[in-house]
């Protein structure tokens, strides 16, 4: 009887199978019915398609894997990363990103805007600028981060900051972060530690100088030519010191006090030329001077009489002798890098000598302290002050000029120029004195 019943059962099980069978083989038939005609051409295409399909998995496979490897990367990367879309969400940013921009409350695979996770004008302002340019931007911009309590607030320092945009495609904006504090910061101690050292100098250079000065009344020939030279070393230390410790005092304060009266430029170039005229005799340097006669500008005059008598001395220490050196004074209308001083028209004066000038990778730094170029162009490599070698770094003088001219809000600018191929410094002053105001002063 068992035997029966399981035979019974074996035989209506094979025979649903056979029914299923049966059933599957019509609704292949029913969906293959179209592609009847073509089974003998897509039959052979079959393992080709199975071979491709794998293919594109393992490449899908390779894409995710190369993309978690740079994501990895820019993770450990020293600089700040991030990524937004077409609509300024973040779609994605590295552990740097996230530390610069106090990026706490954003997680990985969060969509959100980003100018509600960071409350950075600045920064949206330069990925807009990048989408709307389609070229790469850089921007530099000191960041205010938002707490969410007045306590942390109190705790969090601004970052002096510097953003390079790229874009990308559909729409999308990659942006890398360098935090520039730490290196403000380095610099702001290094100048501290330096004036803190010029301010110790001080004294013992002048207690070394009396003595000096003490033996120079007492040797006689040959001894006191020694002496001699000791004493343009001293006096030069004193001058270095001194100049160290009046640059400090105009970079910590740019808005430096300045007694401001009307000059009459050309008159004020005359009397430093009178000073630095035996050194130009010396080599039979002239100077050329053409412009107007009476041009008037607001200026401290003591403090621009400093900056034509550092760039006279320069270039007559480096012009070739039989020269000429040429001083170009015209009155040019004012851009609106300026403001909106009352003058609508600014007074450029061009410093033009016949030397070699400036080396081409020296002529973006020539304004910064101590900057010295290539040893072979360096001051104390020159035989003499006709050397016919190019113009590198002159120390705290020009870094000096500059400042000054900045405190008068104007600006300078270093070149060579394309005729004489000699050096080219270019000064700018934005504020120009009507002849009928001049008067009054005069």
Request: with cysteine; proline share 8%; glycine share 4%.
């Given at each position: 009887m068992l035997v029966l019943v399981f035979f019974l059962g074996l035989a209506i099980g094979i025979g649903f199978w056979i029914w299923q069978q049966i059933q599957l083989n019509r609704y292949l038939g029913q969906?293959?019915?179209?592609?009847?005609?073509?089974?003998?051409?897509?039959?052979?295409?079959?393992?080709?398609?199975?071979?491709?399909?794998?293919?594109?998995?393992?490449?899908?496979?390779?894409?995710?894997?190369?993309?978690?490897?740079y994501e990895k990367i820019l993770d450990f990367a020293p600089v700040g990363y991030l990524q937004v879309d077409e609509e300024n969400q973040l779609l994605w940013c590295n552990q740097q990103a996230r530390?610069?921009?106090?990026?706490?409350?954003?997680?990985?695979?969060?969509?959100?805007?980003?100018?509600?996770?960071?409350?950075?004008?600045?920064?949206?302002?330069?990925?807009?600028?990048?989408?709307?340019?389609s070229s790469a931007q850089i921007k530099e911009w000191v960041f205010h981060p938002s707490c969410e309590n007045a306590e942390a607030m109190l705790e969090v320092k601004s970052l002096a900051l510097r953003a390079s945009s790229l874009p990308l495609p559909n729409g999308q904006v990659a942006v890398f972060l360098e935090n520039r504090q730490p290196l403000l910061d380095m610099n702001a101690a290094r100048d501290r530690a330096f004036s803190d050292l010029a301010h110790e100098l001080k004294t013992p250079l002048t207690s070394i100088r009396l003595v000096v000065e003490t033996l120079q009344n007492r040797l006689e020939s040959p001894l006191n030519r020694w002496v001699d030279r000791l004493m343009q070393e001293v006096d030069r230390l004193i001058s270095l010191v001194h100049s160290w410790l009046e640059l400090t005092q105009m970079e910590n304060n740019p808005a430096i006090q300045l007694r401001l009266e009307v000059v009459e430029v050309r008159s004020l170039i005359a009397s430093v030329w009178a000073t630095l005229e035996p050194l130009a005799q010396q080599q039979q340097l002239t100077l050329d001077y053409s412009g107007g006669e009476k041009l008037w500008i607001q200026a401290d005059k003591s403090r621009l009489y400093q900056v034509f008598m550092n760039l006279?001395?320069?270039?007559?220490?480096?012009?070739?002798?039989?020269?000429?050196?040429?001083?170009?004074?015209?009155?040019?209308?004012?851009?609106?890098?300026?403001?909106?001083?009352?003058?609508?028209?600014?007074?450029?004066?061009?410093?033009?000598?016949?030397?070699?000038?400036?080396?081409?990778?020296?002529?973006?730094?020539?304004?910064e302290r101590f900057y010295r170029g290539d040893t072979a162009r360096s001051r104390e490599s020159q035989p003499s002050r006709n050397s016919k070698t190019a113009i590198a770094g002159t120390g705290l003088g020009l870094a000096i000029v500059k400042q000054i001219i900045l405190a008068h809000k104007g600006s300078i600018k270093a070149m060579n120029h394309p005729q004489t191929k000699g050096a080219w410094l270019q000064v700018v002053f934005p504020e120009v004195v009507a002849n009928s105001q001049s008067q009054d002063y005069s």
């Open positions: 969906v293959l019915r179209p592609f009847t005609p073509y089974s003998q051409v897509m039959l052979p295409l079959i393992p080709g398609l199975r071979h491709e399909i794998t293919l594109l998995e393992q490449h899908q496979q390779d894409l995710q894997q190369s993309l978690q490897t530390e610069i921009l106090y990026l706490q409350r954003w997680q990985p695979g969060q969509v959100r805007l980003l100018l509600e996770l960071v409350r950075s004008y600045e920064l949206d302002q330069l990925i807009d600028q990048t989408r709307d340019r006279l001395d320069n270039s007559i220490k480096y012009s070739p002798p039989n020269t000429k050196i040429h001083i170009e004074a015209k009155i040019i209308p004012k851009n609106n890098n300026y403001g909106n001083n009352s003058s609508p028209q600014c007074l450029e004066i061009n410093i033009i000598d016949s030397g070699l000038g400036f080396s081409a990778s020296d002529l973006p730094y020539v304004f």
